[in-house]
Each structure stands twice: as C-alpha cells, then as structure tokens.
C-alpha cells in the first residue's frame, strides 16, 4: 500500500505542477484599455492560430483538474483503508 500511495502523490504532484504551468502559459480574457482604443492589430490568421492553442490549453487545463481531484480523492480512500494519516 505504501507504494500505491507514493505513486499516487507522485501522480498528484505532477499533474498539479503541469496544471499551473499550463495556467500560466494561458492568455488573459480581457485585454485591457489598450484593446478599447484600438490597440488590438492581430490579423485573423493569426487570431485563428491563437485561438487553437488556447482551446487546446484550456482543454488540457480541464484534463489536468480532473486527473488532480481523482488522484487526491483516490490517495484520501487508500489511506484510510490502509489506516495510515496523511
């Protein structure tokens, strides 16, 4: 069991890593007061490119939460069955 449990919050520890890795990297929502004035010069192929690799981050972004409430949920229910504190 303590080798399933280390596995398990080695998974945990790395997918958490990856999640705020691939946070970061995200582009922000709003662009602020210069896309407001007209600050936003981006052509639509470039708009289209970026727009891919933020569906693919958030896509990854909502993967990687998945995986961390599983791994944590699966390491709550393996000690308590092995009768060990986390």
């Known amino acids: 069991m303590d080798i ?3 596995v398990v919050a080695g998974i945990l520890v ?3 890593i990856l999640m705020c890795v ?3 990297i995200q582009q922000t929502k ?5 896309a407001a004035y007209g600050g936003d010069t981006v ?4 708009r289209g490119k970026a727009a891919s ?11 990687l939460a998945i995986v961390i409430a599983v791994m944590a949920i699966a390491l709550l229910f ?3 069955f092995a009768g060990k504190s986390i």
């Open 4 to 6: 399933l449990m280390w």
């Open 14 to 16: 790395l997918s958490s």
């Open 22 to 24: 691939v946070v970061l």
């Open 30 to 34: 709003s662009s602020g007061l210069g």
């Open 43 to 46: 052509s639509f192929s470039q």
């Open 53 to 63: 690799r933020e569906a693919k981050l958030q896509k990854i972004t909502v993967v």
């Open 78 to 80: 393996i000690a308590k």
